[in-house]
Each structure stands twice: as C-alpha cells, then as structure tokens.
Nanobody
Framework: QVQLVESGGGLVQAGGSLRLSCAAS????????MGWFRQAPGKEREFVAA????????DYADSVKGRFTISRDNAKNTVYLQMNSLKPEDTAVYYC?????????????????WGQGTQVTVSS
C-alpha cells in the first residue's frame, strides 16, 4: 500500500513562491503518474498538475500554467510542485495523488492513492 505525505505548505504573500513535496512510502511510485489537486473552502477538488512516469510528460490547469512546475525525482520517490507568482485565489489544501496506470490524467477518480493534504494560504 502506497502512502503519500505532502509537505511545504504555509502562508505566503501574493507574488511569493512555495515548493510542495510529496514523499511516497510503502512502494515505489516511479512507474506511476503523479498529480496535484487542490480544494478551496466551499469548492470542489480541482486538478492542478500531473506528470507521467515514463518521459515526464506534464499537464497543467490553465489557471496555473506558466506559474507552477511539477517535477519528480524517482530516486527519492518524491514529486514536487514549484509554485511561483502566487495569487490569493491559489489558497487551498493541496493534495498529492498517484495513478498506477502511469499516464497523466486530470480526473481525480483515476488516481489510486492520495495524501492527506497541505494547506497553502496566499495573502493579498
């Protein structure tokens, strides 16, 4: 059973940066696609970014494209989300997820494992 643990969240001013990490244990995720989702209060969980296992193909939501970068270090069993030029509307709980089938997907239902989330708060 794969466990995912996110870290790196916090409070930052608008225009600032944060880097989220997602460490996997209980199994290797090197062949899994990995994704980041977020959920703001009163809103549904939404796709943020994903990266495939093989050639590192990436996909981003339009709202974060050009500001966020997803990457992975398979040797460390860890996925990252570098977030730059943060906006107040980026405030949410950010979740890491793993998809055993390896291809990027924006559909939360396709992911098999989820972390507990880390809070990101962007002040104006």
């Amino acid at each position: 059973q794969v466990q995912l643990v996110e870290s790196g969240g916090g409070l930052v001013q608008a225009g600032g940066s944060l880097r989220l990490s997602c460490a996997a244990s209980g199994g290797t995720v090197s062949r899994y696609a990995m994704g980041w989702f977020r959920q703001a209060p009163g809103k549904e969980r939404e796709f943020v970014a994903a990266i495939s296992w093989r050639v590192g193909t990436t996909d981003y939501a339009d709202s974060v494209k050009g500001r966020f970068t997803i990457s992975r270090d398979n040797a460390k069993n860890t996925v990252y989300l570098q977030m730059n030029s943060l906006k107040p509307e980026d405030t949410a709980v950010y979740y890491c997820a793993a998809d055993r089938w390896g291809a990027t997907t924006r559909e939360a239902i396709e992911y098999d494992y989820w972390g507990q989330g880390t809070q990101v708060t962007v002040s104006s």
